[in-house]
């Protein structure tokens, strides 16, 4: 753990410092002032200690030296400065008696002084560079007067010219031109992976690296154009050309002294960053001459002009252990912090500033025999005289630790402990003067910001009068602190108090943590819910079996009237639905789409029966041949299958579906049920007498009028069919036309193809049919047939016919396909009553939802039905968010906007919505599949395939007749569709209701609204005009002010601005607009209402239309950055027609804060008018229109082509996305039926660049015919 984090950790109380019990505290040197190890043991050890509290932590420090200076002229000097480390630890310095002692277990690197004539490069060259890079600095600087920079852009770049400057000068001072020359090149690299700008502006940028590159050029004149020259061809000629310095010389004479030890690891101590990286530059060219050695550099972050990971710099240290790297040049980062270990030659380049920086670089080198350069310019005694004094400190600090180990530690002076603080009692938390300047202009970082506007503190200190003003921005709750004091401690001082402020006012927590931290970790941990997408899927318990002991088992009926509505020759029957439970739902009527058109079924109920368990039988084993048949096509194993029915039901699925006779009054047609009682010998016994005649088939003979009605197998092909009567003109002699033209009778046709003779020439043949596929019926049919293929009918000689059914008719066969997607939808409707009541139980109201306004909602696009989810999820989350929106700015009222999102997010996140809809069992009531025909539950029919598990909700039963993967957003999707749900049928007070019975609990009660906000609004804005404009006369026209305030207008008597309002109006104008669309186009697709909001609600078409309406004139704002872009599209504006700025055809970026305005006046009126939103709405649509319509709505590019690709299988390849001077580019490729398209675009951000992209690549496509 770094010092700074457990610091942290302490002053927020996250933790107590009597929570350790050792504390370890490496290179404790540094415990002095306001370094965090002093922090910590003066803020917290020992204010503790003082307070008499013994369970304290022991302190063990660690340091190569006590002393972190340049030393003392005396051992008196040294003990003082020990003493100091001693107090401020607790502790008592523990060493041993000299450093032979060290040396029996660690080697110890033998100093030598390498003294370096001093010789200037020649002075006129010297002169000249000079002179050039001063004139370029001049030149550079100068032109910032010329760009549209803000002060603080510009003062941070001529900070960073200057540091250029500086470090290019230093360059030529101590390492000569040619070193010069590589550190502009270094510094002019822009796509160095080393180069970091810190925060500039684009333009500041491109100053900066102009100002490199042109002294990288100057430079360059002064190196021999030679191709053939390099700077290792002769080092002493280049010494004295002044391409290099004497002093370089020395460290390459050094080197080479060593150039005959074998595994040579070497650091070299350097004080500036730009001295590693361009000695490394001179050594990767000079070093492999003395035997291939590698050279690398090691560099901190903290200047800003290279940015090494510390992952790179530890695969550097051990490339180094390895051998690979034999030369690291360093600055004093590898003195603490990396361990090096196989080290055996440090040299100083540059001295060491402190005694302990030359202790720890001296042990680096821990190889035996290693040696320890000084390197040293002859004549400079006060340099050698402070490094003699280094090499005996270490003694002299040993000898005076020894002498002083029995005195006890002194109490810390009261200067150091005395200083002021502010402690939470509840939490621990802690916060000094000297900490609570760090808090403050922390605590402003995270508020509000956008591109134009920083917040941040303005501190203002007046000498004279002592007096410190703070001006915070303007979402912070306090706007001002002023404080008198001393002027040392000032701006401390008034932090201090703003800090406080802020804490009572709860913009700080208890823990003196920024509220929107806190909120923002709360947000992140519900993000990382976890969520087990593995659900259940819920059965109505109507359609379950309930045993019962009686004899006679009672059924409710209900008749299911067909109704065709479409010619066919084949008529459908009515159906007689059985349940054991009465059947509470008002939906009493199903429409199917059917390939010829559509089918209509009316539910009615017609009374009570009672069947014997005979009966029931009788029924069940009709029902399954007949669905069994329907969906396999065969009957093979049929008697088997239905043997296995007992008297007893084993199926946990119980209701009958049965053909019905109309007598006066709807009835079973038990004729049809027995047909599953066929059988040859009582058939022949009950038609002794009939006149029909008796056929012969394959079995026997059968009278005439029950092969005419009836279900055929056909064992020489294992088919089966319906018999639907003779056929008197055909016969075994009759000629069959094949499909190749061929002509042949029908015997010689069996006889060839199946080895069968016919024996019975001049039987008729029977009239077969195939049997009907059973279809899913629910979905919509994309097309209609115009014919039935003449493949469906055959003609069956009787003789190779097994008789199955009988009698039963071809109608009751055609009438039965369509059973199970009625009972499929019936069972959806049954599910969503079943919804409906679980919140029918929690309201005391009685709120009329239509069942299927319910089936809608739980039914997702996935269905492929002809109704989904999309359209009331699209209303239901424009009215979460205008709730919650609005619950949010009323509870809140000191909470800034940023606060209020996250809050807000939190509440409508997917994940929340997600984690409620779970609560509520919601996941086993959607329908997220299409429906499969195939997989249809047959009633009283399991052989194993599923089993129900009772399950309660609400004291009400439901059952889970499986499970699949259904994904968290479904879920919440479905939250939303049900919001819509409520709202669009029950209005807003039913659409409250549920959300509170979901768990988002919303009170839409009149809170009074409380602002501070008094201010003469006429000062600032034309009231008249605006109010003329909005066609609004406001109560408070203060909120004109606050509407059109913007962050960056930093003026006291106004104290807002318009952001709380813009959160609010953001969500007002949403829900609005959506609602419009969704009663004005009620019958449109779902998809397209979501594309129909998604080009009405965005920041484009607000910005338009306060563009259109002068709105951008009106603005209160202090950024020069946001006044030139908005002049810069009000231009852009005025030269274009409305017909290429309108809905997603603008190829201009628009700047937020004109959307913004358009919203917080929104939010403006609805405060103001009392929260009546259709005040809001009749304001504001004039100004939005011409609303976008079906006509005129386009669907957004990027939008478009992703749906043409998908539909044409076009392979569409991932967007390349840069940014160069603060232009986005993107490109945009797409293979299409071979060719590849491909279109790059630019503009101000990434998203309107690859909007322009797409756009392209459309009209590309297009052009080429590919859509």
């Given at each position: 753990?770094?010092?700074?984090?457990?610091?942290?950790?302490?002053?927020?109380?996250?933790?107590?410092?009597?929570?350790?019990?050792?504390?370890?505290?490496?290179?404790?040197?540094?415990?002095?002032?306001?370094?965090?190890?002093?922090?910590?043991?003066?803020?917290?050890?020992?204010?503790?200690?003082?307070?008499?509290?013994?369970?304290?932590?022991?302190?063990?420090?660690?340091?190569?030296?006590?002393?972190?200076?340049?030393?003392?002229?005396?051992?008196?000097?040294?003990?003082?400065?020990?003493?100091?480390?001693?107090?401020?630890?607790?502790?008592?310095?523990?060493?041993?008696?000299?450093?032979?002692?060290?040396?029996?277990?660690?080697?110890?690197?033998?100093?030598?002084?390498?003294?370096?004539?001093?010789?200037?490069?020649?002075?006129?060259?010297?002169?000249?560079?000079?002179?050039?890079?001063?004139?370029?600095?001049?030149?550079?600087?100068?032109?910032?007067?010329?760009?549209?920079?803000?002060?603080?852009?510009?003062?941070?770049?001529?900070?960073?010219?200057?540091?250029?400057?500086?470090?290019?000068?230093?360059?030529?001072?101590?390492?000569?031109?040619?070193?010069?020359?590589?550190?502009?090149?270094?510094?002019?690299?822009?796509?160095?992976?080393?180069?970091?700008?810190?925060?500039?502006?684009?333009?500041?940028?491109?100053?900066?690296?102009?100002?490199?590159?042109?002294?990288?050029?100057?430079?360059?004149?002064?190196?021999?154009?030679?191709?053939?020259?390099?700077?290792?061809?002769?080092?002493?000629?280049?010494?004295?050309?002044?391409?290099?310095?004497?002093?370089?010389?020395?460290?390459?004479?050094?080197?080479?002294?060593?150039?005959?030890?074998?595994?040579?690891?070497?650091?070299?101590?350097?004080?500036?960053?730009?001295?590693?990286?361009?000695?490394?530059?001179?050594?990767?060219?000079?070093?492999?001459?003395?035997?291939?050695?590698?050279?690398?550099?090691?560099?901190?972050?903290?200047?800003?002009?290279?940015?090494?990971?510390?992952?790179?710099?530890?695969?550097?240290?051990?490339?180094?252990?390895?051998?690979?790297?034999?030369?690291?040049?360093?600055?004093?980062?590898?003195?603490?912090?990396?361990?090096?270990?196989?080290?055996?030659?440090?040299?100083?380049?540059?001295?060491?500033?402190?005694?302990?920086?030359?202790?720890?670089?001296?042990?680096?080198?821990?190889?035996?025999?290693?040696?320890?350069?000084?390197?040293?310019?002859?004549?400079?005694?006060?340099?050698?005289?402070?490094?003699?004094?280094?090499?005996?400190?270490?003694?002299?600090?040993?000898?005076?630790?020894?002498?002083?180990?029995?005195?006890?530690?002194?109490?810390?002076?009261?200067?150091?402990?005395?200083?002021?603080?502010?402690?939470?009692?509840?939490?621990?938390?802690?916060?000094?003067?000297?900490?609570?300047?760090?808090?403050?202009?922390?605590?402003?970082?995270?508020?509000?910001?956008?591109?134009?506007?920083?917040?941040?503190?303005?501190?203002?200190?007046?000498?004279?009068?002592?007096?410190?003003?703070?001006?915070?921005?303007?979402?912070?709750?306090?706007?001002?602190?002023?404080?008198?004091?001393?002027?040392?401690?000032?701006?401390?001082?008034?932090?201090?108090?703003?800090?406080?402020?802020?804490?009572?006012?709860?913009?700080?927590t208890d823990n003196l943590v920024p509220d929107i931290v806190v909120e923002e970790n709360d947000a992140e941990e519900i993000g990382k819910e976890s969520y087990n997408d593995d659900q259940p899927i819920f059965f109505p318990p109507e359609l379950v079996n309930q045993d019962s002991q009686e004899s006679m088992t009672k059924y409710?009926?209900?008749?299911?009237?067909?109704?065709?509505?479409?010619?066919?020759?084949?008529?459908?029957?009515?159906?007689?639905?059985?349940?054991?439970?009465?059947?509470?739902?008002?939906?009493?009527?199903?429409?199917?789409?059917?390939?010829r058109g559509t089918l209509t079924v009316n539910l009615k109920y017609i009374g009570l029966i009672r069947l014997s368990s005979d009966q029931v039988i009788l029924c069940r084993r009709f029902q399954i041949a007949l669905f069994r048949v329907l969906m396999d096509h065969k009957a093979e194993k049929l008697t088997e299958l239905l043997?296995?029915?007992?008297?007893?039901?084993?199926?946990?699925?119980?209701?009958?579906?049965?053909?019905?006779?109309?007598?006066?009054?709807?009835?079973?047609?038990?004729?049809?049920?027995?047909?599953?009682?066929?059988?040859?010998?009582?058939?022949?016994?009950?038609?002794?007498?009939?006149?029909?005649?008796?056929?012969?088939?394959?079995?026997?003979?059968?009278?005439?009028?029950?092969?005419?009605?009836?279900?055929?197998?056909?064992?020489?092909?294992?088919?089966?069919?319906?018999?639907?009567?003779?056929?008197?003109?055909?016969?075994?002699?009759?000629?069959?036309?094949?499909?190749?033209?061929?002509?042949?009778?029908?015997?010689?046709?069996?006889?060839?193809?199946?080895?069968?003779?016919?024996?019975?020439?001049?039987?008729?043949?029977?009239?077969?049919?195939?049997?009907?596929?059973?279809?899913?019926?629910?979905?919509?049919?994309?097309?209609?047939?115009?014919?039935?293929?003449?493949?469906?009918?055959?003609?069956?000689?009787?003789?190779?016919?097994?008789?199955?059914?009988?009698?039963?008719?071809?109608?009751?066969?055609?009438?039965?396909?369509?059973?199970?997607?009625?009972?499929?939808?019936?069972?959806?409707?049954?599910?969503?009553?079943?919804?409906?009541?679980?919140?029918?139980?929690?309201?005391?109201?009685?709120?009329?939802?239509?069942?299927?306004?319910?089936?809608?909602?739980?039914?997702?696009?996935?269905?492929?039905?002809?109704?989904?989810?999309?359209?009331?999820?699209?209303?239901?989350?424009?009215?979460?968010?205008?709730?919650?929106?609005?619950?949010?700015?009323?509870?809140?009222?000191?909470?800034?906007?940023?606060?209020?999102?996250?809050?807000?997010?939190?509440?409508?996140?997917?994940?929340?919505?997600?984690?409620?809809?779970?609560?509520?069992?919601?996941?086993?009531?959607?329908?997220?599949?299409?429906?499969?025909?195939?997989?249809?539950?047959?009633?009283?029919?399991?052989?194993?395939?599923?089993?129900?598990?009772?399950?309660?909700?609400?004291?009400?039963?439901?059952?889970?007749?499986?499970?699949?993967?259904?994904?968290?957003?479904?879920?919440?999707?479905?939250?939303?569709?049900?919001?819509?749900?409520?709202?669009?049928?029950?209005?807003?007070?039913?659409?409250?209701?549920?959300?509170?019975?979901?768990?988002?609990?919303?009170?839409?009660?009149?809170?009074?609204?409380?602002?501070?906000?008094?201010?003469?609004?006429?000062?600032?804005?034309?009231?008249?005009?605006?109010?003329?404009?909005?066609?609004?006369?406001?109560?408070?026209?203060?909120?004109?002010?606050?509407?059109?305030?913007?962050?960056?207008?930093?003026?006291?008597?106004?104290?807002?601005?318009?952001?709380?309002?813009?959160?609010?109006?953001?969500?007002?104008?949403?829900?609005?607009?959506?609602?419009?669309?969704?009663?004005?186009?009620?019958?449109?697709?779902?998809?397209?209402?979501?594309?129909?909001?998604?080009?009405?609600?965005?920041?484009?078409?607000?910005?338009?239309?306060?563009?259109?309406?002068?709105?951008?004139?009106?603005?209160?704002?202090?950024?020069?950055?946001?006044?030139?872009?908005?002049?810069?599209?009000?231009?852009?504006?005025?030269?274009?027609?409305?017909?290429?700025?309108?809905?997603?055809?603008?190829?201009?970026?628009?700047?937020?804060?004109?959307?913004?305005?358009?919203?917080?006046?929104?939010?403006?009126?609805?405060?103001?008018?009392?929260?009546?939103?259709?005040?809001?709405?009749?304001?504001?649509?004039?100004?939005?229109?011409?609303?976008?319509?079906?006509?005129?709505?386009?669907?957004?590019?990027?939008?478009?082509?992703?749906?043409?690709?998908?539909?044409?299988?076009?392979?569409?390849?991932?967007?390349?996305?840069?940014?160069?001077?603060?232009?986005?580019?993107?490109?945009?490729?797409?293979?299409?039926?071979?060719?590849?398209?491909?279109?790059?675009?630019?503009?101000?951000?990434?998203?309107?660049?690859?909007?322009?992209?797409?756009?392209?690549?459309?009209?590309?496509?297009?052009?080429?015919?590919?859509?």
């Amino acid at each position: 753990m770094t010092p700074q984090i457990l610091l942290n950790g302490l002053r927020h109380g996250f933790f107590k410092i009597n929570m350790i019990k050792v504390l370890i505290i490496d290179e404790c040197h540094h415990a002095r002032r306001k370094h965090p190890y002093a922090s910590i043991m003066t803020e917290f050890y020992h204010r503790q200690l003082e307070a008499g509290v013994s369970d304290l932590p022991r302190i063990f420090g660690m340091t190569a030296s006590p002393i972190n200076t340049k030393g003392a002229n005396s051992a008196d000097g040294y003990w003082q400065k020990i003493h100091e480390l001693e107090t401020i630890m607790n502790s008592k310095v523990y060493t041993c008696v000299s450093e032979s002692v060290l040396a029996q277990f660690v080697p110890f690197s033998t100093p030598k002084f390498k003294f370096y004539q001093d010789m200037e490069i020649p002075y006129v060259l010297y002169a000249r560079m000079v002179q050039e890079l001063n004139v370029l600095k001049v030149k550079h600087e100068c032109s910032l007067d010329n760009l549209d920079l803000e002060a603080s852009a510009a003062e941070s770049t001529r900070r960073k010219i200057s540091k250029m400057h500086s470090a290019l000068i230093h360059c030529l001072d101590e390492l000569g031109v040619w070193l010069a020359l590589k550190a502009a090149e270094y510094l002019s690299c822009y796509e160095s992976e080393f180069l970091m700008w810190g925060k500039l502006d684009v333009f500041g940028e491109k100053i900066v690296r102009s100002y490199t590159v042109d002294a990288f050029h100057a430079i360059r004149t002064c190196i021999p154009s030679d191709p053939d020259w390099t700077i290792v061809n002769d080092v002493k000629a280049s010494v004295d050309a002044g391409f290099l310095t004497t002093k370089v010389l020395c460290l390459i004479e050094s080197l080479s002294e060593y150039r005959v030890l074998k595994d040579i690891r070497c650091i070299i101590f350097v004080e500036r960053i730009i001295t590693a990286v361009v000695l490394q530059s001179l050594f990767s060219e000079l070093l492999p001459k003395y035997g291939n050695w590698k050279t690398k550099y090691i560099a901190g972050n903290n200047s800003g002009l290279q940015n090494q990971t510390r992952k790179k710099q530890n695969e550097i240290v051990e490339e180094f252990r390895k051998g690979i790297v034999n030369v690291i040049v360093a600055t004093s980062i590898l003195e603490e912090g990396l361990d090096v270990q196989a080290c055996n030659l440090i040299i100083r380049f540059d001295p060491s500033p402190t005694v302990c920086s030359f202790i720890q670089s001296r042990g680096r080198a821990r190889m035996q025999n290693s040696d320890y350069l000084l390197m040293v310019k002859t004549g400079d005694f006060s340099t050698h005289s402070q490094l003699k004094n280094y090499l005996t400190s270490g003694d002299v600090m040993r000898k005076e630790s020894l002498c002083h180990a029995s005195d006890p530690c002194s109490p810390l002076s009261n200067d150091l402990c005395d200083e002021e603080f502010y402690h939470v009692a509840s939490t621990g938390a802690f916060m000094t003067p000297s900490s609570s300047v760090g808090l403050i202009y922390f605590y402003c970082s995270r508020l509000p910001t956008d591109r134009y506007f920083k917040p941040t503190l303005r501190c203002i200190i007046d000498k004279q009068k002592g007096i410190c003003t703070l001006h915070l921005p303007k979402s912070s709750p306090i706007q001002t602190v002023c404080v008198k004091g001393n002027f040392k401690s000032l701006k401390q001082k008034a932090c201090f108090e703003a800090c406080k402020q802020l804490h009572q006012f709860g913009a700080l927590t208890d823990n003196l943590v920024p509220d929107i931290v806190v909120e923002e970790n709360d947000a992140e941990e519900i993000g990382k819910e976890s969520y087990n997408d593995d659900q259940p899927i819920f059965f109505p318990p109507e359609l379950v079996n309930q045993d019962s002991q009686e004899s006679m088992t009672k059924y409710y009926c209900y008749l299911m009237e067909l109704k065709q509505n479409f010619g066919y020759e084949i008529p459908v029957h009515n159906i007689i639905l059985l349940v054991r439970s009465q059947l509470e739902m008002e939906a009493k009527s199903i429409e199917l789409e059917v390939d010829r058109g559509t089918l209509t079924v009316n539910l009615k109920y017609i009374g009570l029966i009672r069947l014997s368990s005979d009966q029931v039988i009788l029924c069940r084993r009709f029902q399954i041949a007949l669905f069994r048949v329907l969906m396999d096509h065969k009957a093979e194993k049929l008697t088997e299958l239905l043997s296995d029915l007992t008297s007893g039901n084993n199926s946990e699925i119980d209701y009958l579906l049965l053909p019905s006779n109309y007598m006066g009054q709807p009835v079973i047609d038990w004729l049809s049920i027995s047909s599953i009682l066929f059988s040859y010998e009582k058939v022949w016994k009950n038609h002794v007498n009939c006149n029909a005649g008796m056929i012969q088939t394959k079995s026997g003979l059968v009278c005439t009028c029950m092969i005419k009605n009836s279900l055929v197998s056909t064992p020489h092909n294992g088919h089966t069919y319906i018999i639907d009567g003779l056929l008197n003109n055909i016969n075994a002699n009759s000629l069959l036309t094949l499909s190749d033209g061929g002509v042949m009778t029908y015997k010689e046709y069996y006889e060839q193809q199946h080895g069968i003779h016919l024996c019975f020439s001049r039987v008729s043949f029977l009239a077969g049919r195939h049997i009907f596929p059973v279809q899913n019926h629910i979905q919509r049919c994309k097309k209609q047939k115009e014919k039935e293929s003449s493949n469906a009918f055959v003609e069956l000689p009787p003789e190779l016919c097994d008789v199955i059914m009988s009698p039963i008719s071809i109608s009751t066969f055609y009438s039965f396909t369509f059973l199970p997607s009625i009972m499929h939808r019936l069972e959806s409707l049954l599910l969503a009553t079943s919804l409906k009541k679980m919140l029918l139980d929690h309201c005391v109201h009685n709120v009329a939802i239509p069942t299927m306004k319910v089936l809608e909602a739980i039914t997702t696009k996935k269905c492929l039905e002809s109704f989904h989810l999309e359209s009331l999820e699209t209303l239901g989350d424009s009215f979460l968010k205008y709730a919650v929106c609005q619950q949010l700015f009323k509870k809140h009222q000191n909470h800034h906007e940023g606060l209020l999102s996250i809050r807000k997010d939190k509440m409508i996140s997917n994940t929340t919505l997600c984690m409620l809809g779970c609560d509520k069992k919601l996941p086993g009531f959607i329908r997220d599949e299409p429906f499969d025909p195939k997989g249809w539950m047959v009633p009283g029919y399991n052989c194993g395939r599923y089993t129900l598990d009772e399950k309660t909700l609400n004291t009400r039963k439901i059952y889970v007749s499986g499970r699949r993967k259904l994904k968290s957003k479904k879920v919440a999707d479905v939250v939303e569709a049900l919001i819509g749900a409520y709202l669009s049928m029950g209005g807003e007070a039913a659409a409250l209701l549920f959300l509170n019975w979901i768990g988002i609990t919303i009170d839409f009660r009149n809170i009074p609204y409380e602002r501070h906000f008094e201010v003469q609004a006429e000062k600032f804005v034309n009231v008249q005009h605006l109010e003329s404009l909005l066609n609004y006369s406001f109560q408070d026209p203060s909120f004109l002010v606050e509407a059109l305030t913007h962050g960056s207008y930093m003026l006291a008597e106004i104290p807002g601005c318009y952001q709380r309002l813009e959160f609010l109006g953001d969500s007002v104008l949403d829900y609005l607009i959506t609602r419009h669309l969704y009663n004005n186009y009620p019958g449109i697709s779902p998809g397209l209402l979501t594309d129909l909001r998604s080009a009405s609600v965005n920041n484009n078409c607000y910005a338009l239309s306060a563009v259109k309406a002068g709105l951008h004139k009106h603005i209160l704002q202090s950024s020069q950055k946001l006044y030139k872009h908005i002049k810069e599209t009000v231009e852009s504006f005025q030269e274009l027609s409305l017909d290429c700025t309108f809905g997603w055809e603008s190829e201009k970026s628009f700047p937020k804060v004109l959307g913004d305005v358009m919203e917080s006046l929104a939010g403006a009126i609805f405060v103001d008018s009392g929260y009546n939103k259709e005040t809001v709405f009749r304001s504001i649509r004039p100004l939005l229109e011409p609303l976008i319509t079906l006509e005129t709505m386009t669907v957004h590019p990027v939008q478009e082509l992703n749906e043409l690709c998908q539909k044409k299988h076009y392979e569409q390849r991932k967007p390349i996305v840069s940014h160069d001077n603060g232009v986005s580019s993107v490109t945009i490729e797409v293979e299409a039926n071979g060719e590849v398209l491909k279109h790059t675009s630019t503009a101000s951000d990434r998203k309107m660049a690859k909007k322009l992209a797409s756009k392209e690549i459309l009209k590309s496509l297009k052009g080429a015919n590919f859509c």
